[in-house]
């Protein structure tokens, strides 16, 4: 048996009136997931731990077997696993966003006008995480470059009574209102004001403002967490299993969890990923003796976070036509029992900008058990309505993998 999770980052969302009252998945063109749903099992999933928050960490730990109220250390040390950085148990790691703030003489006045600052190049952010390791490295203070705008402080023997706020939590409000919090917060604000001065003067930015796009003028510093302790993958399940992300903190929970990781040339975590490459990827690995392979697509997310409607429908419909349709077929073409999961880990409402905790829709098809259903297809509303209800995220890959039963 081969098993399959096509992992549609942020799909869930709202009504949205400029969609005619329906929501991306409802307003997508899914032949793919819709059909998928009809001949499998249909349901919502209550990813997000009652009083944690909804993060695509703690909800991706879900989605895995892992119980967040277990497992969960913070999301940066997954990041750091990812990045290669050998952690010290008395080593707090933060991630460090590069953002995009408004002008304003007042630091507290200013608006979190994007959290990725337009979704900086790595190469860009690579030269600007330079100039901010020259001017806040010290002997326990060190930075490191990651994937886009997201990058990694790693502090030897900093506390851990934080209290810290997500960027694309705060889009379009004064940051004011939400500096950092805890013993040692006044540190990491002066370092997160101090970058104002002389990030939004470097070359790289006069370059960036020069084409017309926007400076990361800015740091910002979350996802506070120590060294991450995950029980093996194949272990848990005895499959060996397999990550594709484009994204440190899924790659990073891949390694803590044994999993190989495939690396794939298009893999960008926007728009412009190679969906079609990812699922290729993911064919080969299971040709090559993988049992499981676990697909993280970022795309949706990131849409919902820059309120791009179009966008986030249009992430969906490739998501469908070009992942789950080459994987369909080529599992179809390998000849073995298969089963496919497709979900989101959270909702990411366009409304809102940023991550709820909402019960989640999710479809398992399984070739050798196709089911004549009578559902819509594969969205929200549909989910709800085929009255399946799973209030602990956690027990879903036991579902997937049928070590317990749906009802």
């Known amino acids: 048996m081969k098993y399959v999770v096509v992992l549609g980052d942020g799909m869930a969302d709202y009504p949205v009136a400029e969609l005619g009252g329906k929501t991306p998945l409802q307003a997508a063109n899914k032949p793919q997931m819709d059909a998928l749903a009809k001949k499998g099992m249909l349901g919502l999933v209550k990813t997000i731990p009652d009083g944690m928050a909804p993060g695509s960490d703690t909800a991706n730990l879900a989605v895995l077997g892992y119980d967040p109220r277990k497992y969960y250390s913070g999301r940066s040390p997954f990041e750091a696993a990812s990045m290669g950085i050998a952690l010290a148990e008395e080593d707090i790691t933060f991630r460090c966003n590069l953002v995009t703030l408004s002008d304003g003489e007042s630091y507290g006045d200013r608006i979190m006008v994007d959290h990725s600052a337009d979704e900086i190049s790595s190469e860009e952010s690579r030269i600007l995480l330079e100039e901010v390791s020259r001017y806040f490295s010290t002997r326990d203070i060190r930075f490191y470059p990651g994937v886009s705008y997201r990058h990694l402080m790693v502090w030897r023997g900093a506390p851990l009574d934080w209290h810290l706020t997500p960027p694309h939590d705060i889009l379009g409000k004064t ?103 990812e699922a290729q990827a993911a064919l080969a690995a299971l040709q090559d003796g993988i049992d499981f392979v676990y697909l993280h697509i970022e795309a949706p997310d990131e849409c919902g976070h820059r ?101």
């Not at 003028?217 to 848990?236: M, P, R």
């Open 175 to 277: 940051v004011g209102d939400h500096l950092p919090g805890g013993s040692f917060a006044g540190i990491i604000t002066e370092m997160m004001i101090e970058s104002t001065l002389f990030l939004p003067r470097h070359p790289q930015n006069v370059v960036r403002v020069a084409r017309g796009v926007r400076p990361a003028n800015a740091i910002w510093l979350w996802g506070e967490g120590k060294k991450a302790q995950l029980a093996s993958f194949n272990h848990k399940y005895g499959l060996k299993a397999a990550m594709i992300s484009a994204v440190d903190l899924l790659k990073g929970i891949g390694v803590c969890a044994g999993m190989n990781l495939i690396h794939v040339a298009g893999s960008t975590g926007n728009l412009d990923t190679d969906f079609r490459g």
């Open 307 to 407: 309120q791009e409607t179009e966008n986030k429908v249009k992430s969906i419909e490739l998501i469908d036509s070009l992942t789950v349709k080459t994987l369909k077929a080529g599992l179809d073409r390998l000849g073995e029992p298969y089963r496919i999961m497709v979900l989101p880990d959270h909702a990411t409402p366009l409304s809102l900008r940023t991550h709820t905790a909402d019960p989640v829709p999710f479809l398992i098809y399984d070739s050798q058990h196709e089911q004549n259903g009578v559902c819509r297809g594969f969205d929200e509303q549909s989910a709800e309505d085929a009255g399946f209800f799973l209030g602990e995220g956690y027990r879903l890959m036991d579902l997937f993998l049928r070590k317990t039963e749906g009802q």
